[in-house]
């Protein structure tokens, strides 16, 4: 993420996936979207001044459980992670 933004304003960065999905064995394998930290990743804010410095990135991976992936069954999963960022107004601002 790398831009301008006012002294009032901070960028929100969300991220939401759903499961991914085997079409021709209709069934769906489930993951979680973690950071490197193997936190789940939802959502991260930086501010103007956090902005004015280098870009800021945040490593993600897909994350299935050993469980999920040894029941998953052969072929092509499909899937989406949707991405948003908005500018917010800091409060009391």
Same mark, same amino acid.
């Given at each position: 993420?790398?831009?301008?933004? @006012?002294?009032? /304003? $901070?960028?929100? !960065?969300?991220? *939401? ?15 979680? @979207?973690?950071? /490197? $930290?193997?936190? !789940?990743?939802? *959502? ?15 490593? @993600? ?33």
């Amino acid at each position: 993420m790398t831009g301008n933004v @006012l002294p009032t /304003e $901070q960028v929100m !960065v969300t991220a *939401s996936c759903g499961s991914l999905h085997n079409a021709v064995q209709n069934t769906d394998l489930t993951y979680a @979207l973690k950071d /490197e $930290q193997s936190v !789940v990743f939802s *959502s991260a804010m930086w501010s103007e001044t956090e902005l004015r410095g280098a870009a800021k990135e945040i490593g @993600l991976k897909i994350y299935i459980a050993e469980d999920a992936w040894r029941q998953a069954k052969a072929g092509s999963y499909t899937g989406t992670i949707t991405f948003n960022a908005e500018i917010e107004t800091v409060c009391g601002n």
